[in-house]
């Protein structure tokens, strides 16, 4: 199948079979793929509009990229990932061993921007003809993924013959770089308070706006978001592991920062601010909520969104945790 974002694929993930399958499905038949996989993609679940023919290159180049992703090959980091997070992958990543790549942590240092991170290293791996390079989503995510100067030429021009982007990590893309991604979600916002059907129950939740007969406003409504603080305190193993889970922090960084003094900030909208809280009194562990206390009876729990192992569902959240006191203040003085 004559496809470039199949070639794309084959030079990023060095022909990952996988990762070649996956996508030559969505290529081979885009509508029905992504019809066929919205509980594997909750973006395709959630967008809206109607999607047509012209839209596929974007189908296609979301399922690459989270395919790069689900096999390690590429990694998503968010604009204030930790340093640890960021070697971890770069230091494991297939083609950094492959291509025997330097790294050493006296390079960094520590408290930069993932970005700064990112220009140092394409320094250093430019004598070995290689590079850290970032594809393209449209938003705040960094999808990195080291590759052979040579591979990321040609990967790069093709691309842009698709309307997509890739580009050196920790530099910005071209001014004239094509925005068809970001014209994609302009046309088909994603959606999310559409999940369930409003119900007979939905009707008396307090979170029910009877203006324009929507609920689940706890799922995206900015005003809605709650700060969890944990203050230092002694943690059990069991209890370290459930803040990591529900925070979506490193474990090994949360016993690091307790132990040093420090808090551990995540801000959270409602719905799983209730789930996080639920966690927490059951370790029995001692936390703060900023600004305020919700103004709702006991967190009401939506049984049309009942609590899981996968109730938190990251794609739906919007998890920032704060290191300095200056962060937070400005965070919330809005």
Sequence with gaps: MDSKVLKIAEILSNNCSEILAELSSCVENTEQYYKEHQTKYEIFKNLGGTV?????????????????????????????????????????APDKKKYKLPFRKAWFQEDDSIE??????NDKWKSKGACLTQLEMENDSYILLPLLF????????????????IYLAGTQKDENAPHILNDFFQRHPWKTQDICELTDFCMECPLYNKENNTAFLCMRNKNNCFQIIIKPQELSVKQIMSVSKYFRINAMLIKKRLSAGQEIYVKSFL????????????????YEILPYIPKYSKFFECPQMPLGPNAV??????????????????????
């Design 52 to 92: 047509t023919e012209k839209d596929y290159d974007c189908i296609q180049w979301i399922v690459l990229i989270e395919s790069l992703v689900e096999q390690t090959i590429a990694a998503a980091f968010d604009w204030k990932c930790e340093f640890e997070d960021f070697s971890y992958f770069v230091k494991g």
């Design 150 to 165: 040579a591979d990321y030429e040609q990967v790069k021009q093709l691309a842009c013959d698709i309307g997509q982007n």
């Design 271 to 286: 719905y799983d601010t209730m789930i996080t809280i639920k966690q927490l009194e059951e370790n029995q562990i001692a």
């Design 116 to 121: 700064e991170w990112c220009v140092i290293l």
């Design 313 to 334: 569902i990251k794609d739906y959240n919007d998890y920032k945790y704060f290191k300095f006191d200056e962060e937070r203040k400005k965070e919330w003085e809005i």
